[in-house]
């Protein structure tokens, strides 16, 4: 069955404190693969898509990247405004409707 | 732009009664999504809608659950006879085509007593 975990599941940074998330996924081929930030009592809000083994994408402090089994949101010099759980999700093209499938989320402090 | 917008925002019922959860997807838009997120848990699917086509309801938990997208715009959720599993919050994404990002909304918090 397909499948997206997500490590570590908490992780607490001293603000400056550069650190990694990880998004392994066993999906059979893969149509995208997408990273989400989600605040409390929001819903998530999209930050990257990414498509093939190799590709980069950033934005301020945060950087994914994509390897054929996982991939990694890097975060630099993290700051407070930086707290959020960090939700991935693949896209497989073998399900009927191109469902997503979403990890369950690293939750991300960082403390001032 | 507007983004997606849900309502209500929050509801509390009983066990029992029936509710409707209203989706607003982003103008033209053409895929829309249902989502339920329960504490502690990943995003469960449960309804996919794809312009005119039949909607992909394979996620859906049990018959009590229904849904429907008017004109292709507009969707409704409908829970009926709720149970207190039913209480989590309810998404909506709705996207520019299927394999392209999903833009959600703020969700529908539904607690059942």
């Known amino acids: 069955e397909d499948q997206v975990t997500q490590s570590p599941e908490a992780l607490r940074l001293q603000e400056g404190e550069s650190s990694s998330l990880n998004c392994s996924y066993t999906v059979s081929g893969l149509r995208g693969l997408f990273w989400y930030r989600q605040d409390p009592g929001k819903g998530p809000e999209f930050l990257f898509t990414l498509y093939s083994a190799g590709e980069e994408k950033e934005k301020e402090r945060l950087k994914a990247t994509l390897t054929k089994k996982e991939s990694f949101l890097h975060i630099t010099a993290p700051k407070p405004e930086d707290s959020a759980t960090y939700l991935c999700a693949v896209q497989s093209p073998y399900t009927a409707s191109n469902q997503f499938y979403f990890g369950t989320g690293t939750s991300l402090t960082v403390i001032p | ?113």
């Open chain 2, 1 to 113: 732009g507007a983004g997606v917008s849900q309502s209500p925002s929050n509801k509390v019922t009983e066990k029992g009664k029936d509710v409707e959860l209203r989706c607003d997807p982003i103008s033209g838009h053409t895929a829309l999504y249902w989502y339920r997120q329960s504490l502690g848990q990943g995003l469960e699917f449960l309804i996919y809608f794809q312009g005119n086509s039949a909607p992909d309801k394979s996620g859906l938990p049990s018959d009590r659950f229904s849904a429907e997208r008017t004109g292709g715009s507009v969707s409704t959720l409908t829970i009926q006879r709720t149970q207190q599993e039913d209480s989590a919050v309810y998404l909506c994404a709705s996207s520019l085509g299927t394999n392209q990002p999903q833009h959600f909304g703020d969700g529908t918090r539904l607690s059942i007593l």
